[in-house]
């Protein structure tokens, strides 16, 4: 995983806590669909409500592609929350469009991918939070089986986990955040949303999160 700007990420950061797309309550732990409990909880559709933070988000992501993957020919979001980050993008890159489903629609075309295929075109993939990698990878591997070269991912928010960046590296794909969990916790304490007496086991959470316990 590698991140466009540190202080992008900070920005970033604050402004998911600020509208409360990112929780933080390591005291009474959120717990995930794994059955893991966590002490974090994201959701980045938030900022769609918020046209200031919207359109960091999306001029962040914008640059990003611009700036890593200047050959892209096409925007793939990732069902669902990746579509409406994903739209943004091509919109102002002037690119095609298309997203990936979680699984292929049960009626008409039952098609798996939304939008025009075109075999060989050169396409960056857009999440809007990365766990493990396991559903966004997934929709890699559907595009390529599809037809389409891959050239990346670009992400808001990473949890930073290392059963990610190896997942990640095993596929051969490149993952771009605007910003992550290590530049999180020193905003989340400067700006009081938790205090230094938590910080060890919100960190002991992100090397350990199947076992973690608050």
């Not at 060890?200 to 199947?210: A, M, V």
Request: glycine letters at 8%; a neutral charge; aromatic letters at 8%.
């Amino acid at each position: 995983m590698e991140i466009l700007d540190s202080s992008v990420a900070a920005e970033v950061a604050d402004k998911l806590l600020e509208i409360q797309a990112i929780r933080l309550q390591p005291d009474s732990p959120f717990t995930w669909a794994s059955g893991w409990k966590s002490p974090i909880y994201c959701d980045n559709r938030l900022s769609l409500s918020f046209p200031e933070v919207r359109n960091l988000i999306k001029n962040q992501l914008v640059k990003s592609v611009i700036h890593n993957f200047p050959g892209a020919e096409a925007i793939a979001g990732v069902a669902t929350a990746g579509i409406p980050q994903g739209a943004l993008i091509a919109n102002d890159l002037d690119l095609p469009f298309i997203y990936v489903r979680s699984k292929a629609k049960g009626h008409g075309m039952e098609n798996m991918i939304e939008g025009k295929v075109t075999q060989g075109q050169k396409v960056v993939v857009v999440e809007d939070l990365v766990s493990t990698g396991g559903s966004s990878l997934k929709a890699v591997e559907d595009l390529r089986k599809a037809g389409f070269e891959v050239l990346g991912m670009v992400a808001i928010f990473s949890y930073g986990f290392e059963i990610a960046a190896t997942n990640f590296k095993n596929a051969n794909v490149k993952l771009i955040c605007l910003s992550h969990y290590e530049a999180l916790l020193p905003r989340a304490i400067e700006k009081k949303y938790i205090t230094g007496e938590t910080l060890k086991s919100l960190e002991s959470w992100r090397k350990n999160p199947e076992k973690w316990n608050p």
